[in-house]
């Protein structure tokens, strides 16, 4: 039987095709635990998460590693290593989107997350997600394979924060490996994980 992750091309997004990329993050996220915690009511968040999803991942668009497979079935944003989220961005959408109280917790999870990624140069997922109209089709395994090509060629280190439980799973038939648990106020949990290279 062929599969969407044997037969599914994955190509970059360019920063002009970026927003069908971001799109089809913020309807996977849709159901998303900490990001429904965040923007409960549905107008603000289809109005406010895209800008999240920018803000955070946004830079992978600008070194080609913003992928997307064919259709827009799924995206996913990846960091190489240096490149970092647009943390004045950020902050600016948390202040603009969030009343203060969740706003004072989401700050510390960002902070609490920041404390997990590795020291040493990494490769950061902090976006992936499949329209829920192609889930459970290969779609997210397609990405992330095609993703890990480049983390092992160059024997980097890959990270990543799971906002699902549901995904861990997933993340862990890739190599990824549970760092710990971040939890703050009333948002639920996120789980921050780990891959190390595989060479061969």
Not at 1 to 9: A, E, G, L, V, Y
Not at 179 to 199: T, Y
Request: glycine share 8%; proline share 11%; hydrophobic share 35%.
């Amino acid at each position: 039987m062929t599969t969407p992750q044997m037969t599914t091309r994955i190509k970059s997004a360019t920063p002009s095709g970026q927003d069908a990329a971001v799109a089809v993050i913020a309807l996977a996220f849709g159901s998303d635990p900490v990001a429904r915690w965040a923007y409960p009511d549905p107008h603000d968040y289809f109005s406010y998460f895209p800008d999240f999803v920018r803000a955070l991942g946004g830079n992978a668009f600008e070194h080609g590693t913003g992928y997307y497979a064919e259709g827009h079935a799924g995206a996913a944003l990846w960091l190489p290593p240096g490149v970092h989220p647009r943390e004045e961005e950020l902050g600016a959408v948390i202040r603009r989107t969030l009343p203060a109280r969740r706003q004072e917790e989401v700050s510390a999870q960002l902070e609490q997350m920041a404390g997990y990624h590795p020291d040493e140069p990494h490769w950061y997922l902090p976006m992936i997600g499949v329209d829920p109209a192609r889930q459970g089709q290969g779609y997210g395994s397609a990405l992330m394979a095609h993703a890990l090509v480049p983390c092992d060629r160059e024997n980097r280190l890959a990270y990543l924060e799971s906002t699902n439980p549901r995904n861990i799973p997933l993340y862990q038939r890739h190599g990824f490996e549970l760092l710990g648990k971040i939890e703050v106020g009333s948002a639920p949990p996120i789980f921050p994980m780990l891959r190390r290279p595989r060479p061969d």
